[in-house]
């Protein structure tokens, strides 16, 4: 069983930066991709920036040039930079991880998610 330890949300005036952290723990052989998710009132959970094992990473169009995902491979942990945030940034954020606990069984996680508002 992995367990995810979400941080990094809160309050910020539009402009503004926030750091989002994610620490995966328990049985983990692997980590094939780590990411960061959304989901604002009235709407779908969405991708916002993902991180394969191999170092590749996508964003979504609409935080692209803003946000940042890098991970810490020896801490099983990754991070969301969040800069210029906007109004329509705010939404719950969560973590996911997608693992390997042995060599053939691939299972993924959830975070239980961190509230990010963005206002005056």
């Known amino acids: 069983q992995v367990q995810l330890v979400e941080s990094g949300g809160g309050l910020v005036q539009p402009g503004g930066s926030l750091r989002l952290s994610c620490a995966a723990s328990?049985?983990?052989?692997?980590?094939?991709?780590m990411g960061w998710y959304r989901q604002a009132p009235g709407r779908e959970r969405e991708l916002v920036a993902r991180?394969?094992?191999?170092?590749?990473?996508n964003y979504a169009d609409s935080v692209k040039g803003r946000f940042t995902i890098s991970r810490d491979n020896a801490k099983n942990t990754v991070y969301l930079q969040m800069n210029s945030l906007k109004p329509e940034d705010t939404a719950v954020y969560y973590c996911?991880?997608?693992?390997?606990?042995?060599?053939?069984?691939?299972?993924?996680?959830w975070g239980q998610g961190t509230l990010v508002t963005v206002s005056l």
């Open positions: 991180s394969t094992r191999g170092a590749s990473t």
């Open positions: 996911n991880v997608d693992y390997n606990s042995n060599w053939y069984r691939r299972l993924e996680v």
């Open positions: 328990g049985s983990i052989f692997s980590i094939n991709a």
